[in-house]
T-cell receptor, first 115, second 111 residues
Framework: NAGVTQTPKFQVLKTGQSMTLQCAQD?????MYWYRQDPGMGLRLIYY???????DKGEVPNGYNVSRLNKREFSLRLESAAPSQTSVYFC??????????????FGNGTRLTVT | DQQVKQNSPSLSVQEGRISILNCDYT??????FLWYKKYPAEGPTFLIS?????DKNEDGRFTVFLNKSAKHLSLHIVPSQPGDSAVYFC??????????FGTGTSLTVIP
């Protein structure tokens, strides 16, 4: 019962390099999210996908792209990494039950350092 | 601008006493509120939630109180245990089902 799985756990990039963070969930949830956590800033929403085939910008989308590959998988891409993107990235999923989404279920995060 | 605020970065409490964590929000459209607990090197885990039609929700040692007129919610942990030491995030959801998080409060329960 894996829940939300993120890969890789750690990554170091040089400025200008690109990479894709992978996320998969096995709970059959419709909605998936990408957050970043920075000291003193809490968790900030980068992008989310309310359902397969849809994606929307969150609070801090600049410098990122996403792909909802299928219902299970939601990837986050950094096309040209910058030091300001050094952060811990969390993927999450949830299900809509009536008006309210179920609580978010988070993966264990990807710690990214851009030098 | 932060729509969900946790003004206390840290809190220390003796084991067995009550821990009270506070959270304020600015957006009156928020109608679903949650608390998450986070240990180092792990993702946040859901603790307890409350919808805007209620003013209190209990789950074992954890109680969340919502004061809509003050746009304030709080989490009470009674009695506090050393295993409760973690960072606690308050979150709020709007009708668009986006979740907004506070900056977190680091709770230390002293044995």
């Amino acid at each position: 019962n894996a829940g939300v799985t993120q890969t890789p756990k750690f990554q170091v990039l040089k400025t200008g390099q690109s990479m894709t963070l992978q996320c998969a969930q096995d709970m059959n949830h419709n909605s998936m999210y990408w957050y970043r956590q920075d000291p003193g800033m809490g968790l900030r929403l980068i992008y989310y996908s309310a359902s397969e085939g849809t994606t929307d910008k969150g609070e801090v989308p600049n410098g990122y792209n996403v792909s909802r590959l299928n219902k299970r998988e939601f990837s986050l891409r950094l096309e040209s990494a910058a030091p300001s993107q050094t952060s811990v990235y969390f993927c999450a999923s949830s299900e809509v039950t009536g008006r309210y989404n179920s609580p978010l279920h988070f993966g264990n995060g990807t710690r990214l350092t851009v030098t | 601008d932060q729509q969900v605020k946790q003004n206390s970065p840290s809190l220390s409490v003796q084991e067995g006493r009550i821990s009270i964590l506070n959270c304020d929000y600015t957006n009156s459209m928020f109608d679903y509120f949650l608390w998450y607990k986070k240990y180092p090197a792990e993702g946040p885990t859901f603790l307890i939630s409350i919808s805007s039609i209620k003013d209190k929700n209990e789950d074992g040692r954890f109680t969340v109180f919502l004061n809509k007129s003050a746009k304030h919610l709080s989490l009470h942990i009674v009695p506090s245990q050393p295993g409760d030491s973690a960072v606690y995030f308050c979150a709020a959801s709007d009708p668009g089902n986006q979740f907004y998080f506070g900056t977190g409060t680091s709770l230390t329960v002293i044995p």
